[in-house]
């Protein structure tokens, strides 16, 4: 059985302040009420929450463009990281989410370490593209170089 609710504060996957949504009765008895996130459909609280809601559309739209901007500059750099290779052409250890991190920082960028989208450290030599996620609907790919190190 399914329930509306008026959402109070973002909920993430499911939507933010001012949001009326269908949700399972039990996640809102259980989890959005008690906690203060949602609360019973009423024109009062619609009236009360909207104001709230449109500074929030606000603050999205700007995160979205500061996003945006950052995913051109991101896409606009190439990152090298140097890495010991053996006689065989094999690499020792692994390039992994850090050493990505460290050398965007080096080149001005600032980003979470949780926004990079890696699979998989990476364990060989070439030309990887690496996504990084900077907004739910934005993602910029960084074109990583893994030379040997001299």
Known sequence: ????????DQVEGLGIEGDVVKVADGYARNFLFPRGIATEVTEGKKRQ???????RL???????SAATELARKIEAVECTIAAKVG??????????????????AEQG??????????????????VFDVAIKLHPEIQGTLKVWIVEDK
């Open 87 to 104: 006689e065989t052409g094999k690499m020792f250890g692994s390039v992994g989410v850090p050493q990505i991190v460290e050398k965007l």
């Open 109 to 126: 960028i600032q980003i979470d370490r949780a926004k990079v989208v890696l699979s998989a450290p990476l364990h060989e030599l070439g």
């Open 58 to 64: 606000a603050q999205l739209e700007k995160e979205k």
């Open 1 to 8: 059985m399914s329930v509306e609710v008026l959402l109070m």
């Open 49 to 55: 929450i909207e104001k709230k809601r449109l500074a």
